[in-house]
């Protein structure tokens, strides 16, 4: 079973920047396709970004191209999410997820099998 635990969430004001991890650890990885999503109070979980663990690709919501990455570190295992340019409107709780092979729709949740327990983003105005 896969173990996923994030990191790095916290309080910054608009405008800055804060950097997600999300560590894996129970298999291995390379066939694997690694996701982020938020939800925020009274929201449904929403897609945020994803990648390929073989090839690296990205896939991005349209609310977040061009101010959050999605990168992997295949030694340490771990998926990062780099916030750029923070708007209030991306306060939400980011939750890291992972599944076996390539979905079909990057963005369904319901695609993805392992979770992450949650970490809590706070963009101040």
């Known amino acids: 079973q896969v173990q996923l635990v994030e990191s790095g969430g916290g309080l910054v004001q608009a405008g800055g920047s804060l950097t997600l991890s999300c560590t894996a650890s129970g298999r291995t990885f390379s066939s694997h396709t690694w996701a982020w999503f938020r939800q925020a109070p009274g929201k449904e979980r929403e897609f945020v970004a994803a990648t390929r663990w073989s090839s690296g690709s990205t896939y991005y919501a349209d609310s977040v191209k061009g101010r959050l990455t999605i990168t992997r570190n295949n030694a340490k295992n771990t998926v990062i999410l780099q916030m750029n340019n923070l708007k209030p409107e991306d306060t939400a709780v980011y939750y890291c997820?992972?599944?076996?092979?390539?979905?079909?729709?990057?963005?369904?949740?319901?695609?993805?099998?392992?979770w992450g327990q949650g970490t809590q983003v706070t963009v101040s105005s």
């Open positions: 997820a992972a599944r076996f092979g390539r979905p079909i729709n990057y963005t369904d949740r319901n695609e993805y099998t392992d």
